[in-house]
């Protein structure tokens, strides 16, 4: 009687990964162009911007600013940014114009 009581030999794990190999039939990539044209046709629309939207400006030199502000202060400065879509230097900036400092 063998050791394997009739079952096949284990392979170790070394051969289980040599014995994988891609599937001689796998379909060939479909091209994005394709894909798009499918998915216009079932009324999917892409969210991709035609022009890729790039945000460049350039402000000069800079300087490290740090500040501590109690939350009284802070949280309501932080929504007027947020709301007007100002980094914290423009909310800064704007705020001094604002105030006729700048």
């Excluded at 599937?23 to 994005?32: F, L, T």
């Excluded at 009284?72 to 800064?92: K, L």
Aim: with cysteine; glycine share 4%.
């Amino acid at each position: 009687m063998s050791d394997t009581f009739g079952f096949p030999k284990r392979r170790n794990l070394s051969e289980k990964l040599d014995a994988i190999a891609p599937r001689a039939d796998a379909d060939p990539p479909v091209p994005v162009e394709r894909l798009d044209d499918v998915a216009a046709r079932h009324g999917f629309v892409s969210r991709e911007p035609e022009t890729p939207f790039r945000r460049e400006k350039s402000i000069g030199p800079t300087v490290t600013l740090h500040t501590r502000a109690p939350v009284r202060v802070a949280t309501p400065f932080q929504r007027f940014c947020e709301a007007h879509r100002y980094s914290y230097w423009e909310g800064i900036e704007e705020l001094m114009k604002r105030a006729g400092i700048v």
